[in-house]
Structures are given as C-alpha cells and as structure tokens.
C-alpha cells in the first residue's frame, strides 16, 4: 500500500535550516507530483510547496518563497524540503501529501519548532 515517511524535524532556532525527507513506497513514485504541506496550531493545513513528475518545476507558498526549496530523487523514491531563514512562524507539523489513483495520501507528520 502506499506509504509516506517523514524525517528530519526538530528544533532550530531563528534563521537556522532544517532539511525535510519523504521516502515513498508502494506506487510509482516518478509518475505522480510530490507536495508539502504544514499545519500550525489551531491553524488549518496549507500547502507549502509542489514539485512536477521529474523535478523540472515547482510552486511555492508566497509565505516561504525564497526560503525553501523543494526537490526530489526518483531513483530514491524520496521528496525533499530545504528550509532556509526559518522563522517563528514556520513553526508546525510537516506532512508530505500524494494524490495516487485519485486518492489523498498523507505521512505522519515531522514537527519543526523554530524559537526565537
């Protein structure tokens, strides 16, 4: 079935990085775009960012455009999230998101707590 891990949360401080990973399994993962998404607080879940089939492009929320930067490595069935110039308000569970076979699938989530 299809499964998406998470790793490589924590706690950094103002202006630190952090670098996000999904590693994917039971689809073809070079056919379908990847996305992250985060959920602060008594906030709703948004979208932070989407890459295409082969990593040629991708779209960002204006909220951390210039800051992240999502990739991927199809040969390693996994989805990356650079986050650079981190801010308190990036603080929130991260969740990497799959539409397959018109399905949402979501991962577990990895917190990133950033302190000022």
């Known amino acids: 079935q299809v499964q998406l891990v998470e790793s490589g949360g924590g706690l950094v401080q103002l202006g630190g990085s952090l670098r996000l990973s999904c590693a994917a399994s039971?689809?073809?993962?070079?056919?379908?775009?990847m996305s992250w998404y985060r959920q602060a607080p008594g906030k709703e879940r948004e979208l932070v960012a989407t890459?295409?089939?082969?990593?040629?492009?991708?779209d960002y929320a204006d909220s951390v455009k210039g800051r992240f930067t999502i990739s991927r490595d199809n040969a390693k069935n996994t989805v990356y999230l650079e986050m650079n110039s981190l801010k308190p308000e990036d603080t929130a569970v991260y969740y990497c998101?799959?539409?397959?076979?018109?399905?949402?699938?979501w991962g577990q989530g990895t917190q990133v707590t950033v302190s000022s």
């Open positions: 998101y799959a539409k397959v076979w018109q399905l949402d699938y």
């Open positions: 039971g689809f073809t993962f070079s056919s379908y775009p």
């Open positions: 890459i295409s089939i082969a990593g040629a492009s991708a």
